[in-house]
């Protein structure tokens, strides 16, 4: 895959059928493999609540939508974009909020003793 600077935007260029693609970078996106209980933290960052948990499958709701996810060691890529697809979730705001998620908890600062 190369790379073409276009009016200061990268563009990928791939083979597409008889010709070659181009797609803006912005748009192209790899999702991590995550484990099923890092998935389900992210979605309970969005609003999401745990309704169930059956058979290896979390059941989670956030208003009128319900959305299964696997409690599996690994989800692939295609799996967690499935599941994002069903949830009507942007990959983008998925993967900020999975690097909140990561992000280690600040320590709270304890006010220095009076020194009397």
Known sequence: ????????????V??????LALAPRSTMLALPHLS?????RVFVRFGYRPLDRAGGLASLRRGD??????ESATLSPAVIASILRSAHLDP???????????APEPVPS???????
């Not at 099923?36 to 389900?40: H, N, R, V």
């Open 14 to 19: 791939k083979p597409a059928g008889r010709g």
């Open 110 to 116: 304890r006010p220095a003793p009076k020194v009397a």
């Open 92 to 102: 983008f705001d998925f993967l900020a909020a999975l690097e909140d998620v990561d």
């Open 65 to 70: 939508e319900v959305v299964i996810i696997p």
């Open 1 to 12: 895959m190369r790379r073409v600077h276009l009016a200061e935007h990268a563009f990928s």
């Open 36 to 40: 099923g209980t890092e998935c389900i």
